[in-house]
């Protein structure tokens, strides 16, 4: 199995939803032209996870962690949660401009 590893420096964005508040970054261009590529069941043969679901291995300076990363309508891209504990453990705050490193399991 392969790997698709970069780093992405964007901008924490937050979203305010009817039931919850979700921080995220956007996962866009090329990157996002990649992940697609890499992820899709007609180049890889499995089965699409649901909401077309990409799970990551993610990094922000020292903390590590397991999560997923969803398709964005609106931008074509992927938008990836961040969670509560990381930002606390980086200093994060919105507009923050953040340096992550994703690694993607491609399935090739």
Not at 23 to 52: C, M, Y
């Amino acid at each position: 199995m392969e790997e698709l590893n970069f780093n992405i420096t964007t901008a924490l964005r937050i979203y305010h939803g009817e039931k919850a508040v979700w921080h995220f970054l956007s996962i866009e261009d090329e990157e996002a032209a990649q992940v697609k590529f890499f992820t899709d069941p007609a180049n890889t043969g499995k089965k699409r996870r649901g909401w077309g679901a990409v799970k990551v291995k993610a990094t922000i300076g020292d903390t590590t962690w397991e999560t997923s990363m969803f398709p964005s309508k609106d931008t074509g891209g992927y938008f990836l949660p961040i969670k509560k504990q990381v930002r606390t453990a980086e200093k994060l705050l919105v507009d923050n401009e953040v340096t992550i490193n994703l690694i993607i399991k491609t399935g090739l």
